[in-house]
């Protein structure tokens, strides 16, 4: 049976929703519903066929509030309120401020100063650690980092109870601890965060486009690593223990770990020509992670920001082109982190090392958020198993 279409044109949309043009757009223009051009002719939109569903069983008020409940998790609305950071109009914005503008300038240190609501901290793991146990010899730098939150989340105190300024001066050191086991111990010890990756990966020349990644990878509203970082602060756990939620959540493929994905695409491009192999990936049902973002159904802003200060390789410049026409989708940041680290050749794992200590920081504020509302997160299931015995 052929599936429906994905995305819808305006009149099967309003069709669904019975309601004006005026209705559908104002969805839209809330993050309720998303939408993209219509490759066939730009002037026109499309719009999501689950967004557009969602939003008129709502109208006709057959939804019951487990079913809105379970939505939610899925890119529906949105979990938990926060004052740390949105997606709207197409852009990301940090407490209010753009995203994309503050990383022409902004270093990532003056990034947490704005999300923690404090100075800019200086993240160096100066706390005294003589009880913490050293962790085991890690075979990769991903591997240190798990160990050396694993050791602190063991020994570091509950976050619960304590000051807010206690926890962010805490936070600064934790980043810290995950920084050198990262990059290793810093050899000067009062440098910046892209200065240090700069040097740890000998590539001076790339510092500042480092600065402008991390900058616009600190925080993503409530993704998966960041929803899970709030459920373990939830609980009062230590502010290692939430990090170290967030970095096990974001190693998976589908999240942190997608520039990796992107990486592998580039191989067969190289092999095959960028055509047969986005052909080939959707041959075999791969889904294609350097295109399309939920959030951005007209192109990833972050994307843009990074690209603009880097000169796309010819195989990089024929995939972004060719999925784009294939697709429909524009290229995301996750495109972007994998040619920035090629231009620059950096190491094959510098994306999700860029991405943990970027979002390190954005972990950071949604903990202090949720400390600050002292609710444990406890949803409820929705029971779909057998009959209860009675």
């Not at 200590?357 to 299931?381: C, D, K, N, S, Y």
Request: glycine letters at 6%; hydrophobic letters at 50%; a positive charge.
């Amino acid at each position: 049976m052929t599936k429906p279409p994905l995305w819808l044109p305006a009149a099967e949309a309003l069709e669904l929703m019975q309601v004006r043009p005026q209705t559908l757009y104002a969805s839209v223009s809330r993050g309720r519903i998303r939408a993209k051009p219509d490759a066939a002719d730009p002037r026109r939109s499309l719009y999501h066929r689950d967004d557009v569903q969602r939003v008129a069983a709502r109208t006709r008020g057959r939804r019951s509030s487990e079913t809105v409940a379970s939505e939610a998790i899925q890119w529906g609305e949105p979990v938990l309120p926060s004052a740390v950071s949105t997606v709207a109009e197409g852009r990301l914005w940090y407490r209010g401020q753009d995203a994309c503008e503050l990383a022409g300038h902004a270093t990532l240190e003056d990034v947490a100063g704005l999300l923690w609501e404090s100075a800019p901290p200086h993240f160096a793991a100066t706390v005294a650690t003589a009880s913490v146990p050293a962790p085991a010899k890690a075979a990769t730098p991903l591997q240190a980092g798990l160990l050396a939150l694993a050791a602190r989340a063991a020994t570091d105190l509950p976050s619960r109870g304590r000051s807010r300024s206690a926890l962010q001066a805490e936070a600064a050191h934790v980043i810290g601890t995950l920084a050198d086991a990262l990059l290793g111990p810093s050899r000067s010890p009062a440098a910046r965060l892209h200065t240090r990756l700069a040097t740890a990966w000998r590539r001076p020349r790339a510092a500042d486009v480092l600065r402008r990644a991390l900058v616009l990878m600190a925080d993503h509203e409530l993704n998966a690593s960041t929803f899970a970082a709030r459920v373990t602060a939830s609980t009062g756990a230590s502010l290692a223990a939430c990090l170290l939620t967030g970095l096990s959540t974001l190693t998976g493929p589908l999240h942190g770990g997608a520039a990796a994905a992107v990486q592998a695409m580039m191989r067969s491009v190289t092999a095959l020509g960028s055509e047969a192999a986005v052909r080939e990936w959707l041959a075999h049902d791969r889904p294609l992670a350097a295109f399309g973002h939920p959030l951005y159904p007209a192109g990833d802003a972050r994307c843009s920001a990074l690209l603009e200060v880097i000169e796309l390789p010819p195989a990089f410049a024929s995939l972004r082109a060719t999925g784009e026409k294939l697709l429909g989708d524009a290229a995301n940041i996750d495109f972007a982190l994998a040619a920035m680290a090629a231009v620059h050749k950096l190491p094959a794992d510098a994306p999700l090392m860029l991405f943990a200590l970027a979002r390190a920081v954005g972990w950071t504020a949604h903990v202090l958020e949720q400390q600050a509302t002292g609710q444990l997160i406890r949803p409820r299931a929705r029971y779909t198993g057998p009959a209860i015995a009675r």
